[in-house]
């Protein structure tokens, strides 16, 4: 009898925030990396303040501090990522954007950047114009880099709503629909591209 082994978890990586802790943004990435670990992923965070100690990117530089590795290493290794950010002035921050210009450093890999890859998008900001323009920007760069920005894009405008409650709970029942049908989104396109990539389906 030949022994079967169990097929990988899918690896989920989120990434964004602001400076401050547990920034809006920030939890609405976590509520969608909880959905995914419930749906059986294995997640991994980096927020606001962890992507504040990254150095500006270089790319004339390529020394890569300990924590530069980490975040580059997490998404080579991933099938599926989050991103959220707060919008600044119509576009996203520049914070997250220093992070994703750092995965430059997948230029050369056998996938390049986010090819393949079902990429969720969060954004917080003051009014639904700014939520859109942000939102679109980001896809943006996840069309660049070659990767598949989910369906459902969530967007808080944090000037009519409030996505928490007293006890750090989503209490939007709008923006909990969200979280949920955008992790099921991640989990499902995930599955179906490691499915055709068994099967040979996949280049």
Request: aromatic residues 6%; contains cysteine.
């Amino acid at each position: 009898m030949t022994a079967t082994s169990s097929p990988r978890r899918k690896r989920v990586v989120g990434l964004g925030g602001t400076f401050r802790q547990a920034s809006s943004s920030e939890r609405i990435v976590r509520a969608v990396l909880a959905e995914c670990a419930a749906m059986g992923a294995e997640t991994t965070m980096f927020d606001g303040p962890s992507l504040a100690r990254l150095p500006h990117f270089n790319p004339e530089n390529p020394a890569r501090t300990a924590e530069e590795q980490a975040l580059v290493e997490a998404v080579r290794g991933c099938d599926a990522i989050v991103i959220g950010s707060p919008g600044y002035h119509g576009g996203y921050s520049g914070l997250v954007k220093n992070a994703v210009d750092l995965l430059e450093d997948l230029r050369g890999d056998a996938r390049v950047y986010f090819e393949g890859l079902p990429v969720g998008l969060v954004v917080t900001a003051a009014g639904w114009q700014a939520c859109g323009t942000t939102l679109s920007a980001l896809r943006d760069v996840v069309h660049a880099m070659r990767g598949w920005p989910t369906p459902v894009g969530i967007a808080v405008n944090s000037v009519e709503q409030r996505p928490f409650g007293p006890d750090g709970a989503l209490a939007d029942d709008g923006i909990a629909r969200a979280v949920r049908a955008q992790a099921q989104q991640i989990m499902g396109f995930a599955f179906e591209v490691s499915t055709e990539v068994s099967a040979g389906g996949l280049a």
